[in-house]
């Protein structure tokens, strides 16, 4: 991110990682022959213990971009979070000032770094249980790869070519009215709460967070 205000800055890198948890499609930005593609996928993070971690997805094999985009091209991986128009007439420094302008709040990562193709069954086969299992995380009767014929999954693994990135740089931006008084945070919170559509309670939960601690 070229413009990254400190007061909008991810709080820590463990609110950046749980935002790919909580919201996994990725934006796959690459560069291939064509000029510059965006595929969007499913994404682990994993290997986050020591270093930035690796992000790991899978395309489809008809998908012409695992040809076009050599091994070891730099990618950009974006992970969006809640996010919601700001209306100005939710600040009460309008009614003071009126020196106020509409905005959007939201909260995104950008995961940077160099990409590989993985064509070996063993390793997609290990990526599709993770990712499955994940997923299927909480449910009251959770699918698993295994409840599938084992002929199904062999033809299934061989329409899917995996994608690896080992991250050099993984940055949050936390767009959530910092800049704004105390007031005015209270005042997009109420309007956002009233707003009642899941998106915008979606986008005052953080805000409310941060305002609790």
Same mark, same amino acid.
């Given at each position: 991110m070229r *413009?990254? /205000?400190p007061h909008f800055q991810a709080p820590d890198v463990d609110a950046v990682r749980s935002l790919i948890t909580r919201h996994p499609l990725a934006t796959l930005v690459l560069t291939g022959v064509d000029g510059i593609d965006a595929e969007h996928l499913p994404m682990l993070l994993e290997d986050a213990e020591t270093g930035h971690g690796v992000l790991r997805g899978h395309v489809a094999r008809a998908n012409p971009v695992w040809q076009q985009v050599p091994d070891g091209a730099? =990618?950009? =991986?974006?992970?969006h979070g809640p996010?919601? *128009?700001?209306? /100005?007439g939710w600040y009460p420094s309008k009614r003071a000032h009126g020196k106020v302008v509409p905005t959007w709040n939201y909260a995104v990562v950008h995961g940077h770094g160099r990409l590989t193709w993985q064509h070996d069954r063993d390793w997609l086969l290990a990526l599709v249980t993770r990712l499955t299992d994940a997923h299927e995380a909480? &449910? =009251?009767?959770?699918?698993h790869v295994t409840d599938a014929p084992d002929d199904y999954v062999t033809r299934m693994l061989g329409a899917i070519v995996g994608v690896e990135i080992a991250l050099? &740089?993984?940055e949050g931006k936390w767009k959530q009215s910092q800049n704004r008084s105390t007031e005015d945070v209270a005042g997009v919170i109420a309007g956002l709460e009233a707003d009642g559509s899941l998106s915008a &309670?979606? =986008?005052a939960a953080p805000m409310q967070e941060t305002r609790s601690r």
């Open positions: *413009y990254q /205000p730099d =990618a950009l =991986a974006i992970f996010d919601h *128009y700001v209306s /100005p909480g &449910r =009251a009767a959770p699918w050099t &740089r993984l &309670r979606d =986008a």
